[in-house]
């Protein structure tokens, strides 16, 4: 056969996702998420996949216009997965969906066996004294809701971040949690964990929550569980990571910049579509509209932050590198691609006009100034604390964004083109104020 | 810490799906599949778990009073699940969530990796010459969409029976398929393929949804593609496996029997709860009902199907065993457990006077009778065959079956009990009027 039966074939195409791929072809943010998820998928912080993402940004943003585009290195200890697996196997032998959570201790290929004890809250296995849990393997229930400002992730959150070093603690040879999400599908969470100085890390995963709802359906028969766990990942470190950084110079470039952030890893079983491809795009493309037509007065600095999710090391790198570099305010999207339905800005109270401002561009895209501060970013979060920075919250609908989260799901169809645009309409509102407010936003 | 306290703890419990489970405690149905679901789980065809199977539905239906319970073995070429893997390996290297078909060919632990073609539909693989993949990998695109009989399964299902066989004489190393499934999830859908007389198998699986859009996006590049793909899974003749049989006798044992299938094995992905503990809970429950108060006139037959996934070996074995005995109608139940919608009667041209005393019972259910014959069940054609049996065809919803089917996602929690307890409400009704008939279904 010649190429070009091959190449009639592909027009002949295309599935309903390329299609609509194609009509969002000239939208930058849609590319953006499109091809790093397409072009460089997974890519876990500290691994050579993020390395080629890093290089795929600079890129693209000096494709977009950017000027001082710049990859800024710093190292991690990271975490690099291995072989995930686990079965009950008493009373009823039967496969789990596992996912081992970052800087889980690691087992050898043939894994651990011994008996599962089931906690059905976290407060439960807090409870029990040091040493029960010796030789065991503890599993702690406690099913997180969805809810609109994402505020359960918090509290639940803490079973991932805390449990592992607390059963550890208690002389467990390791521990398996419900994942910390809201879906119903075979597609656990993973997620960083925390051991304690001093604590030697045990084996810790995460079931999808079906499987977690049969280990529950099991713990009530009051038979004896055991369950049989391999998890080989490791901790690693010295491993090479990265921020990068991209600017569109304002009017007066003595004026402190604009920065927004949004973070270039992922975890690795998806392709980080939502997390956080899509806040890259979001920020990125809001800043270029935000200079459609005329330069804004200040400087909007773009901040692709590297290794967020193992906790926050890029927006500490670029803490110390640019600590000393004046900077006017901070903000960052990074909790997916539905619509904003509020803002929140931490200078309500010392500049009303400015908010007032704000609100009112925002109010007739749908969006409430409900009052409070929000949550800033992890990534701009340093950098806010360091030279003490107003932030602009604006924040996205995330009744779903759990269902995603840290799954292998987080993959591209899972974005809402119309979704996303309405979030670079309501960025670009705010940046053509912000950035081309003369004096100082925090009022004064 | 004493035992006490554990039990106290395991009664504070309980995640929402155990208390869901607990209301419906006194469901005959959904005691069935939530127990077959959490006591064996996959139960392959002529897998040690399918064995296990057997032996719990012989308790299970003896403990609900069935009479002449009993397993009936029988052989079977089948398949054994071993590593699936598979991965983009140029112009961007990416895992891809794969699971292979069974009867897939194997690779080694190594794995093959050659140039992927892409075919964008299953005429576009059928339409090139032989020998044109030789050395190389085909992928197949044709993406299935929701329907509410299912009718999407018959042409997109060959895709995955027949593509392998195909691509394999055309000289292909291997074949991916996108999954024969209508969800956006990471779980790819599995299912047996068939390679023709004499044709050697080649490794072969389905890729997810959201996979097989990342490999359609690629294929537009019009960059070379390259792909990793390690299937060690075999193909094994003489694998045990079986059917389960029970009886609720009649007033009158002279009177041909009412048949009443499903099927006991699943695919391994998942738990088989849709697909089909429900099926055999609804059918077992709604005969159990029929004959509540008063024994029906004529005896029914449940028959729980082994290894229909793989071919319908069941039904085939059924059919030879009890091939002599009177048999006055065939049903069953493999379409999940949504809601019925409609009924269809393959004597409704023959005895009309049954057909609408039928249709009546349902219609205040909801149910319409749109006439046509509908679909026996595999695990009842071959004795509907050998004897020219009558059916009745009772039409779940399907819209949202393919999302859930063969996939790791067939788990207890996406079983609708209200759904459940309408098909075995609608059931019953059918059961009550048929089984009590004297005369001859078919009419004269």
Chains 1, 2 share one sequence.
């Not at 890519?43 to 600079?58: F, H, M, N, T, V």
């Not at 599962?116 to 065991?136: C, E, H, I, Q, R």
């Not at 799954?407 to 645009?421: F, I």
């Not at 912000?434 to 004064?444: C, D, F, L, Q, T």
């Amino acid at each position: 056969m010649k190429k070009p039966l091959f190449a009639a074939l592909l027009l002949l195409a295309i599935s309903s996702a390329t299609a609509a791929l194609a009509a969002e072809k000239n939208n930058i943010a849609w590319d953006i998420v499109a091809d790093l998820t397409t072009e460089i998928g997974p890519r876990l912080a500290g691994s050579p996949a993020e390395a080629r993402a890093r290089d795929w940004a600079k890129e693209r943003l000096t494709a977009l216009g950017f000027s001082n585009v710049a990859i800024e290195p710093f190292t991690i200890r990271g975490y690099v997965r291995g072989e995930d697996k686990a079965a009950l196997t008493a009373p009823y032998p039967q496969p789990l969906a596992i996912t081992a959570l970052g800087y889980s201790g690691t087992t050898t290929t043939k894994g651990i066996e011994g008996e599962l004890v089931y906690f059905p809250t976290f407060d439960s296995l807090k409870a029990v004294p040091d040493g029960v849990l010796k030789g065991k393997i503890a599993f702690v229930d406690h099913a997180m809701k969805p809810t609109q400002d994402g505020s359960g992730y918090g509290p639940y959150g803490n079973v991932r971040r805390q449990g592992p070093g607390i059963a550890a603690q208690k002389g467990a040879i390791g521990i398996v949690i419900r994942s910390i999400g809201t879906d119903s599908h075979r597609n656990p969470h993973t997620g960083a964990t925390d051991f304690p100085e001093g604590v030697k890390a045990i084996p810790a995963g995460a079931v999808s929550n079906p499987d977690a709802d049969q280990i529950a359906r099991v713990a009530t028969s009051g038979k004896p569980m055991r369950l049989s766990l391999t998890l080989t990942g490791q901790t690693k470190d010295k491993l090479p990571s990265g921020n990068v950084i991209g600017e569109l110079p304002g009017r007066d470039p003595s004026l402190p910049m604009i920065l927004v952030g949004c973070h270039l890893d992922s975890w690795d079983l998806g392709t980080g579509a939502i997390d956080d491809a899509s806040g890259c795009a979001i920020v990125t493309a809001a800043a270029l509209r935000a200079q459609q037509g005329s330069k804004t007065l200040r400087t909007i600095r773009v901040f692709w932050a590297g290794s967020e999710e193992l906790g926050g090391f890029g927006g500490d790198a670029y803490a110390q590198t640019h600590g000393e570099e004046p900077h006017a305010l901070a903000m960052e999207s990074d909790f997916g691609a539905d619509r904003i339905w509020k803002v929140q800005m931490s200078f309500a109270k010392t500049n009303q006009a400015l908010t007032g401002r704000i609100a009112a561009a925002l109010n007739p895209l749908g969006v409430i100034a409900p009052g409070g501060e929000g949550h800033a970013g992890t990534d701009v979060q340093a950098i806010i604390k360091k030279q003490d920075l107003p932030f602009v919250s604006l924040g996205q609908d995330g009744t779903h964004y759990f269902d995603l989260h840290h799954t292998p799901d987080d993959t591209l169809d899972k974005v809402d083109p119309a979704a996303m645009e309405h979030n670079v309409q309501v960025w670009t509102e705010v940046l053509k104020i912000v950035a081309n407010e003369a004096g100082p936003i925090k009022g004064e």
